[in-house]
């Protein structure tokens, strides 16, 4: 990788201008490489998984949920954020029982991606799960959700026609149709889909 510290920004100083119940907005004053100086504000996210759950007739398992920022209705894959101390696996293995009630045998994690860079530190870590048992969901209050099976090409078919705009989503479709033609391999391990 060639030498990047003429792109390096340094924090000056820091505030914190709002902290929610998960969320923390930050103000820094950085130097630029050049010598200026320059403000940022972001946001602060505990990260969170997405999983492409993969039913054994090879449907995929999505959900339709409103989301109020955007004032609409969205289709998605599953996906939470981290809770304080969990691991990513466990995450993902915990927002898929309880928003679809599927819990997986096998999984595989594909890899990160920033949704947001340019004002939030969030990763979301993107889990594929296969060898699919329904159980029940286990929704948090106020979490309405409802839940799609579809074929890729369907979900293919919306992404084309702009009607799939989750970040999240078109990433782990991307990343499904690399891995189905055999040009991103994913490693997958076998888990006790009773324990979540």
Request: charged share 30%; aromatic share 8%.
């Amino acid at each position: 990788m060639s030498d990047e510290r003429h792109l390096i920004e340094t924090k000056v100083s820091s505030e914190v201008v709002y902290r929610g119940h998960f969320l923390e907005v930050r103000k820094d004053q950085i130097a630029l490489p050049d010598g200026g100086q320059a403000g940022r504000e972001y946001i602060i996210h505990p990260g969170a998984v997405v999983i492409v759950p993969i039913l054994d007739d090879g449907r995929l398992v999505l959900e339709r949920q409103y989301r109020y920022p955007l004032q609409q209705v969205l289709l998605e894959f599953p996906a939470g954020k981290l809770d304080p101390g969990e691991s990513r696996l466990t995450a993902a293995r915990r927002e898929l029982a309880e928003e679809t009630g599927y819990r997986a045998r096998e999984w595989a994690c594909a890899g990160i991606l920033h949704n947001a860079a340019a004002y939030s530190d969030e990763f979301i870590e993107i889990w594929f799960a296969r060898g699919l048992e329904q159980g029940e969901r286990q929704l948090d209050h106020g979490e309405l959700i409802d839940l799609c099976l579809m074929q890729e090409e369907e979900l293919d078919r919306l992404a084309s026609a702009g009607a799939l705009t989750d970040a999240k989503t078109l990433i782990g479709l991307l990343w499904l149709q690399k891995w189905r033609a055999g040009r991103w391999p994913l490693d997958w391990q076998t888990l006790d889909a009773a324990q979540g």
